[in-house]
């Protein structure tokens, strides 16, 4: 998307989405609500680099400085990302919540978004600005009215087709 070429270590961050399976526009929206695409970033927690990863999450993936080089960096979180929605069988909003809180909270508190201020105001930010940048999805084709309270939709259509109009 153009919107997304012109951000900062755009062609970076789309090659380590692309390598752990994930939507770019999610990694991009993830990356602007945790350091505002700032390499240089530093939570007050210790979490650093573009992913804001915490140095036992980095760890967990080999990198031992998070913050130093920005593919390792990007390289980690998107995997770490990608294990957390394998976790929470791809329910995004849970493994946006563990990604932010850690999974064991999650966990904790029975598979679902913890009750922080900062988890809860956290998930819906990246996914309004993921809403924002995804791809838009493929126009689902509408029924066909055809006589006043009745539908004709395509499927019904093929199967006429196929088996032989009748």
Same mark, same amino acid.
Request: hydrophobic share 40%; glycine share 8%.
């Given at each position: 998307m153009?919107? !997304?070429?012109?951000? &900062? %270590?755009?062609?970076a =961050?789309?090659?380590a989405?692309?390598s752990? *399976? ?5 990694v991009?929206?993830l =990356? ?10 530093v939570? &007050?927690? @210790? ?5 804001? !990863?915490?140095?036992g +999450?980095?760890?967990?993936y ?9 593919? /390792? *960096? ?5 995997? #770490?990302? $990608?294990?957390l929605?394998?976790m929470? /069988? ?9 990604y932010?809180?850690?999974e064991?909270?999650?966990?904790? #508190? @029975? *598979?679902r978004i &913890?009750?922080?201020r /900062? +988890?809860?105001? %956290? ?6 600005? #993921?809403? /924002?940048?995804?791809?838009?999805a493929?126009?689902v084709p509408?029924?066909?009215? %055809? !006589?006043?309270?009745? $539908? ?5 259509i093929q ?5 032989g @109009?009748e």
């Amino acid at each position: 998307m153009p919107a !997304l070429a012109r951000l &900062p %270590y755009s062609s970076a =961050i789309s090659a380590a989405a692309k390598s752990s *399976n994930l939507d770019p526009a999610l990694v991009h929206a993830l =990356i602007s609500v945790e350091s505002g695409h700032r390499q240089s970033a530093v939570s &007050p927690k @210790g979490a650093t680099g573009l992913m804001q !990863l915490m140095p036992g +999450t980095a760890l967990r993936y080999g990198v031992t400085v998070p913050g130093k080089s920005h593919e /390792e *960096n990007l390289r980690a979180g998107t995997r #770490y990302l $990608r294990d957390l929605l394998d976790m929470f /069988e791809d329910r995004l909003d849970l493994a946006l919540a563990a990604y932010n809180a850690g999974e064991g909270a999650v966990q904790k #508190y @029975g *598979n679902r978004i &913890p009750p922080f201020r /900062e +988890t809860q105001n %956290y998930v819906p930010s990246v996914l309004e600005k #993921y809403k /924002e940048w995804r791809l838009p999805a493929p126009a689902v084709p509408r029924p066909v009215v %055809y !006589l006043p309270g009745t $539908r004709l939709d395509r499927r019904m259509i093929q199967h006429s087709v196929v088996a032989g @109009g009748e």
